[in-house]
Each structure stands twice: as C-alpha cells, then as structure tokens.
C-alpha cells in the first residue's frame, strides 16, 4: 500500500504530493488525513507531512520509493471531508496545499490532556484521629492537617490539599503508601463555557417563523438540499428560527454549526444555545488555549458536541454527520480569511455543504450584495421577517447634518440634538450607546461645507491623504496633489476627517461628569474575559454609556438601551473601497437595531456631512430594498461585485525596485493572455499600506463576468512565476476582497 503525502514545507514547488510506501506495520492505521513522519530530499531529512490520498499501486519505481517513518507525534487526524474541503479551497483562492490543509484542521496537534486528582480516605475517623494524635507528637504537621481535614471531608481535591492547605505530594504519597488514603484520577475536559446553566426562554413563534421553520424542513423530507437566506430586520427573530431547524435536526441524530461574525457575539449566543440545548454546545475561537480547543475536537469525536458555534473556524469542526450549517450577520467582512488562502466563510459552507448533504442558512438585518443578489437570481431561497418581536417598533430615526451645525457656530462632537438626548436619557436612567465605526484614522478628505468627497475618476472609490500632500487611489495609483479649495462649492474647508473612541470617551466624560461610561474597541478587549465582562457589565444597567466600535453593535440585546449615536457616518461612507456604501448602510441599520428593544421606544441620532447620500436616507427608513436597487447599479456601471468578479493580486518583498519590476512583468504576463471574454485590469499601484515592516507592496486588480477566468489568470501566474524561483518576492491572491491589500 502507497501514501500520497503533502509534505509540511509551504513552499510553492513543494505543493504537489510526494508517494511513500506504508510499511505492514501501518497498514491500515494510516489514513486520509493522518498526520506522518517521512524522509525528505537527498538527506532524508525526517519531516510531517499529511496523507491525502491511500492507494494500492504506484507508478514510480517501487525500489526507489521510500517507506513511511511512522505516525507524527502527537498528532491528529484530518477528516476525509475536510481534505476536500482544502483541495477546494487550494484550487478557488490560491495558496499552497499545505496552507489549505492547516486552515481547515482546525486542531494542529494533540495537546496533554488535563487531569484531576483527588484525595479519598480509607480508614473511619477513630482511625484517623488516632494517626493524626500521632502525626502531632512527632511535629509533623503538614501530615496532621491533612489528617484533620480527611476526618471532616473523606474525599478532597489533591490541588486543594498542595494548594491551600500547603501540603507537599511527598506527605500525601506517604499516607498513600501506608493505606492511609488513594488517589483517584479523572480526565477532564478544559472548558470554555463558564456559565451556569440559564432558564430557556422559549417564545411563541409567529407566522412568519412558523413558515420558513416549514418550508426548510418539508424541503429536507423531499430530499432537496438549498441554500436559505432570510432577511429579517433587527429584532424580528431570526436566532429562534436558527435555533429551531437545528433542534430539528438534532432529532434527526445530525450535527450543526453556526458562525458569528465577532468573538464579543459568542457569549450572548452561547448563552440562548446552551440553555436551549446543555452540554451538547460547544464553543471554539482564537482566545481560546490550545488545550481548550483540543478538547473540544475530543468532545466533538467522542459524540458529546452536536453544535458547534463560533468564528470562520468553526465551519471546520469535524462533525461526521452534519445536517445544517448557519451563518448569521452573514453579510460581515470578518467571514473573509484575512491571511493566506482569503477564503470566504459563505463560500466554503457551500462547499461543505455539498459535501456532507447539509442546509445552509444565511441572516441578516442587511444581507450582502452577494448573497441577496443570488437570492433575486434564484439561487438562494429568499425569506423575510418584517415584524419586530423583541419590544417596541423600529426606533425613531434623525439624520443630524453636521454643515449646518458647524455653519451655526456648533464645533462640538455632538450634535445639538444628540447632546440633549443624552442629558435627557441620563436624567431618565436610561442607557446610550454611542457608535464610531473604527478606532484608527480615517483617510479620506472631504468638505465641511458642501460634505464633497474626492474621489477617483477612474475607481469611483475615496482618494486617500498621504504625508506627501498628495491624494491618492490605491486602485489604479491615480494621484493628485491635496488642496483645501473644494473643487464643487470653492470654499476652504476641506479637510481629513479623524476622531477615535478614546476621543468620544473623554468628550462625554467632561460633558457629563456624573455617567458611568464603558468603552469597547480593539484596545479595551485584549482577552476574551474582557469582552464578556463589558457585555455583562452594561447588561446588568452597571453603566450609563457604552462607547464603541463596530463590535458594540452587532447583534446585541440591551433592553435598557433607548438612545443610540453614530458619530461620524461618514467613515464609512468614504472608505477607499467600493463597497464603502452598502458597509455603511449595513453599520447604520445595524446600530440602530440596538435601540428601543426593551418596554421603551428607541431613537438614533445619525451624525454626517453628507446626509443626502442614498446609505444615509435608506438606512433612516431601513429600507433595504431601494438601498439595493441603487448600489446594484453601480456595481454593473462599474463591474464590481456581485455582478463581476474582481481578482486582487499582491507583490510583496524587500527591494522596491523588484517588487515594482515584478508587478509590471506579472502584468504584461495578463495583458499577453488570450481570453475570450471581456476583462478590466486596474493597476499596477501601491497597496493602500504600501510599506509594512520594511515589505514594499504593490496590487492589481482584473475584473471579469466570469470567474473562471479570475481562477484562469491565478493559475497562469502561479505557474509562470514558478520560474522565476522567487526567494525575495512573494505573490499573493484575493479573489472578490473585502478589505483591498
């Protein structure tokens, strides 16, 4: 018998299988996914590698083919279907195979398993208080209070006893040895959910619900297998629908996972889950140990998970008989990988899906363009939930055009209205949460008078401000020079925009002393314990005001709040990015959501220079539908996703000079193809970023209605620049980017 092994090196020459004959002794321990030791290269040089394949022929010279090593230390097994899965993902985004196979096992290695240790009695109190009296006369006092403690509590955690009682194993071991006592040993699991169990709080579905939970589930009895979009406007009650088509196929003795967007969402949903379905949920995600994580692939293939929810990685838990795959808020940027291969979290659940016969169900208060787009083409099923169920109606909407305010002589943060709001729901002790949509330095300029924006005139995307006083595109590399007169109405105010939480934080601290205030961005939650304590914390009314970023308005449910502000709209409006208005129009119907979901009606203050922007006037209303029919004609103007493809393409390295003649070499290398269908190249230019840690970057863009032919040209590059044994350059793809290079 023949193993093809990927070996463990990410090298591109490297990424082909490499066949080894199993030894008798393996046979039939190794498998599909092991995880082996082989001899490498001239030196036999002993490497990991992974078995993708098992044959039992080899059309190699059988004498010169070399034997397995044996089975990796400690390592763990790779699910049959989530080689496919890397295969699929290897081929569609560009990375080695090696690289695919390790995103998708989602442990690396076996970790020690921890183990707890008690102390039993085995002599009756007579016994041992007469050993004790003993212990006492011959000063051995560790072994008395250990004694005295084992004739009140027979049975004692042994880190208990070494911890807080101050006893060594030594003094424990001498009593074991004299019969005295045992020790028993438990494997235990390290586990993540720290929450005693909550009450269920099972609701009464409404017509709505009823319908899609019947059409999904008569769908499964006929044998189709579709993938189901619902778009339910916030508050309208899709985690119970979730919730139950996976209760119903949990009866039918199949698995399920279901993705959020954020790590700071797990404990809100794992909450609503494990009080649905106990010990059979589990968690996993990056803040997580190593220890932790392995565990919990040691629950899930001992059968004692059967729900799986966290981030893009949970979609590879190796269930082995999934039924359902979620993905809510499925229209968040975080379900794209931001490293090597840039998969897509929708996509590969298609995949998965396929693979192991299961449903997919997408939600979202804003779906993507992607997915509403399939939807309108009959890909997807589309269902909608227009009735709000967690309190009252959509909360009342102010678009607040900060020109006027500054033409009135207003230069503050807030706006007049939204001051007054605030002092009003603080007088009422009610809460507020106030939304900037990031933490760093937005790059865009943009008129204080007129809210013009520069763009370009060739992307349609935000010119970009740099030191150098120029304005650029980090599309096609258009450049021109920064002025402060605004090209539409002539006045002298344009300017950069900048403003940060830290910043919001420390102007309602000085406008209203006496708030207790709270503050959620990337710099307040360095571990996951902080984002639990901050949701609990504002949960349970121990603060007035939660400042934040987009963490503290996705998908959460505070029923005290009942005012909520987005700063400045305009960070999202004017990303350098062409999906800068539909990720605006999602983060401001997302924001709004957060208010009035309690017994109180809820408003939201829009602050903008721009309030006539069709994001801005559509997320007032959330009316999704026009919002769609305006940026989906844009995106055909520009041949921008759904309606095309776009392909990204990074060169990297350490001398500008040969990353910028590399660039120019892999374009010319596009330019000389032969395709058929009509394709658009941007670029080459800088990246956005276009120096990083002494690594000069440079991108191109192709845009083409067929993604093939995207899949076509990566191909092309990754075999031509094979050639050019690169060692100080490297070549990167993203294939439909949701965040640009």
């Known amino acids: 018998?023949?193993?093809?092994?990927?070996?463990?090196?990410?090298?591109e020459k490297l990424d082909r299988p490499f066949t080894y004959k199993i030894p008798k002794s393996l046979e039939g321990i190794v498998e599909e996914g092991t995880n082996v030791e082989i001899p490498f290269g001239a030196g036999n040089k002993v490497i990991n590698g992974i078995v993708i394949r098992i044959k039992d022929s080899n059309d190699y010279d059988p004498d010169k083919t070399k034997e397995l090593i044996g089975i990796a230390k400690g390592s763990v097994k790779a699910d049959t279907n989530l080689i496919k899965l890397a295969t699929f993902i290897r081929k569609s985004y560009g990375s080695t195979q090696i690289n695919a196979l390790k995103t998708v096992m989602p442990v690396k290695k076996s970790v020690?398993?921890?183990?707890?240790?008690?102390?039993?009695?085995?002599?009756?109190?007579?016994?041992?208080?007469?050993?004790?009296?003993?212990?006492?006369?011959k000063h051995k006092n560790a072994q008395e209070r250990l004694l005295r403690e084992l004739i009140k509590y027979p049975d004692i955690s042994y880190s208990f006893i070494t911890n807080k009682m101050n006893v060594s194993s030594q003094t424990i071991q001498a009593l074991v040895k004299n019969d005295v006592c045992r020790i028993e040993e438990e494997t235990v699991y390290r586990n993540p959910i720290r929450i005693d169990k909550p009450e269920d709080s099972k609701v009464e579905l409404s017509d709505e619900q009823k319908k899609i939970?019947?059409?999904?589930?008569?769908?499964?009895?006929?044998?189709e297998r579709n993938t189901y979009l619902i778009h339910g406007i916030t508050g309208s009650g899709k985690t119970e629908v979730y919730m139950h088509l996976i209760e119903d196929r949990i009866k039918e003795g199949k698995q399920a996972i279901m993705l959020i967007p954020e790590i700071a969402l797990t404990y809100q949903n794992l909450m609503r889950f494990y009080a649905r379905f106990g010990d059979t949920v589990s968690v996993i995600h990056s803040k997580m140990t190593a220890g932790e994580r392995y565990d919990q692939y040691l629950r899930v293939k001992e059968g004692k998970v059967n729900i799986m929810i966290g981030p893009r990685s949970a979609l590879f838990t190796p269930f082995e008989n999934l039924g359902i795959v979620v993905i809510d808020e499925e229209h968040e940027s975080s379900y794209k990988a931001d490293n090597m291969p840039k998969y897509h979290a929708r996509e590969v659940a298609e995949k998965l899906c396929e693979l192991t016969d299961s449903i997919l169900v997408l939600g979202s208060a804003t779906p993507s363009l992607e997915s509403y787009y399939k939807a309108k083409n009959g890909e997807y099923k589309l269902y909608k939930l227009n009735d709000?169920?967690?309190?009252n109606t959509l909360p009342s909407v102010y678009v607040e055009d900060m020109r006027a305010e500054l033409k009135e002589g207003n230069k503050s943060v807030f706006s007049r209205r939204l001051h007054n709001l605030i002092d009003d729901r603080l007088n009422k002790h009610e809460q507020i949460m106030l939304f900037l949509n990031r933490r760093g330095v937005s790059g865009f300029v943009s008129c204080r008078e007129c809210g013009e924006v520069v763009k370009c005139p060739h992307c349609d995307v935000s010119l970009s401000y740099h030191r150098d006083g120029n304005l650029k595109c980090h599309y096609c590399g258009y450049e021109t020079p920064f002025t402060k007169i605004c090209p539409k109405c002539g006045s002298d105010k344009v300017r950069g925009f900048k403003a940060g939480t830290q910043m919001i934080e420390d102007f309602v601290r000085k406008e209203f002393p006496h708030a207790l205030i709270l503050r959620m961005d990337a710099d307040s939650t360095k571990k996951q314990e902080d984002y639990e304590s901050i949701?609990?914390?504002?949960?349970?009314r121990e603060a007035d005001v939660l400042?934040?970023?987009?963490?503290?308005?996705?998908?959460?449910?505070?029923?005290?709040?009942?005012?909520?502000?987005?700063?400045?709209?305009?960070?999202?409006?004017n990303a350098e990015d062409y999906r800068a208005g539909e990720r605006a129009f999602q983060q401001l119907v997302q924001a709004s959501g957060r208010a009035g979901r309690g017994d109180n009606p809820g408003e939201v203050v829009i602050q903008t220079y721009q309030p006539d922007h069709y994001a801005v006037t559509y997320a007032k209303t959330q009316d999704y539908e026009a919002f769609y029919e305006d940026e989906i004609k844009y995106r055909?103007?520009?041949?921008?996703?759904?309606?095309?493809?776009?392909?990204?393409?990074?060169?990297?390295?350490?001398?500008?000079r040969r990353v910028v003649k590399l660039s120019k070499v892999i374009s010319d290398m596009i330019d000389r193809m032969e395709i058929r269908e009509e394709i658009g190249k941007i670029g080459p230019a800088n990246a956005s970023l276009s120096k990083k840690c002494d690594i000069y970057r440079r991108v191109i863009y192709i845009k083409s209605l067929n993604y093939d032919n995207l899949i076509k040209i990566k191909d092309y590059i990754e075999k031509e620049t094979e050639k050019f044994n690169l060692e100080k350059e490297s070549v990167m793809f993203d294939f439909n980017p949701m965040n640009g290079f």
């Open 547 to 573: 400042i934040g970023t987009q963490m503290i308005v996705k998908g959460h449910d505070f029923k005290g709040v009942t005012l909520v502000g987005i700063i400045a709209a305009d960070m999202a409006l």
């Open 388 to 391: 709000r169920l967690t309190g």
């Open 213 to 223: 939970i019947e059409d999904v589930n008569k769908d499964i009895q006929n044998g």
């Open 535 to 540: 949701l609990s914390r504002f949960s349970n």
């Open 1 to 11: 018998m023949y193993a093809e092994v990927i070996v463990d090196i990410s090298h």
């Open 636 to 656: 055909e103007a520009m041949m921008y996703p759904p309606v095309g493809n776009l392909l990204g393409i990074q060169i990297t390295g350490e001398d500008e």
């Open 112 to 137: 020690k398993r921890e183990v707890k240790k008690r102390v039993i009695a085995l002599l009756d109190e007579t016994k041992l208080e007469y050993l004790a009296d003993e212990a006492s006369k």
